[in-house]
T-cell receptor
Framework: DAMVIQNPRYQVTQFGKPVTLSCSQT?????MYWYQQKSSQAPKLLFH???????NEADTPDNFQSRRPNTSFCFLDIRSPGLGDAAMYLC????????????FGPGTRLTVL | DQQVKQNSPSLSVQEGRISILNCDYT??????FLWYKKYPAEGPTFLIS?????DKNEDGRFTVFLNKSAKHLSLHIVPSQPGDSAVYFC??????????FGQGTRLTINP
């Protein structure tokens, strides 16, 4: 089945210790997104890639970076996690800019100690 | 400034009855709206959508209504089933390739 996969599902890191979250897709979609979702809040878009073009949201902290080495993979790097970065991180894809539907992975729950 | 709001954090409905989930938005430039459903430990999955040129879209037990003048949309589920228990997110297209989400409503269907 074509899908969006996120690894790991649960990640524990220490305050200030860099962490990388991974997302892969078998849908061959052009657009990949990273969202942050805190408890009982709306998913908040951090950035997205349209193919290789990176699009950062204006309010995304510099602490968050992303890489997309190829169509299938996208990574979220948190350079110095703070306690406020503990959240669920959702990866999503969409086929193209004309398609509104986004397909989500199961998410990675990040805990910062 | 939350542009998409779901004011009811939770809703409890008897099995077989109608579930109505509501969503309000503030940006009149939104032109496409979607509902997503999320089970625990899974990512949101697309449920149904509606373009701003329509006021209703139906898919089986699910119907979405859009009232542009009131900047309001609603999702009706009839009849409600236990498997419908989940968190429902409303989303609006806020620019090319981007969606703006509400904070979700937890729906519980009681037997």
């Amino acid at each position: 089945d074509a899908m969006v996969i996120q690894n790991p599902r649960y990640q524990v890191t220490q305050f200030g210790k860099p962490v990388t979250l991974s997302c892969s897709q078998t849908l061959n979609h052009n657009v990949m997104y990273w969202y942050q979702q805190k408890s009982s809040q709306a998913p908040k878009l951090l950035f997205h890639y349209y193919d290789k073009d990176f699009n950062n949201e204006a309010d995304t902290p510099d602490n968050f970076q992303s890489r997309r080495p190829n169509t299938s993979f996208c990574f979220l790097d948190i350079r110095s996690p703070g306690l406020g970065d503990a959240a669920m991180y959702l990866c999503a894809t969409s086929r193209d800019s004309q398609y509104n539907e986004q397909f989500f992975g199961p998410g990675t729950r990040l805990t910062v100690l | 400034d939350q542009q998409v709001k779901q004011n009811s954090p939770s809703l409890s409905v008897q099995e077989g009855r109608i579930s109505i989930l509501n969503c309000d938005y503030t940006n009149s430039m939104f032109d496409y709206f979607l509902w997503y459903k999320k089970y625990p430990a899974e990512g949101p999955t697309f449920l149904i959508s509606i373009s701003s040129i329509k006021d209703k879209n139906e898919d089986g037990r699910f119907t979405v209504f859009l009232n542009k003048s009131a900047k309001h949309l609603s999702l009706h589920i009839v009849p409600s089933q236990p498997g419908d228990s989940a968190v429902y997110f409303c989303a609006a297209r806020g620019g090319a390739q981007k969606l703006v989400f509400g904070q979700g409503t937890r729906l519980t269907i009681n037997p």
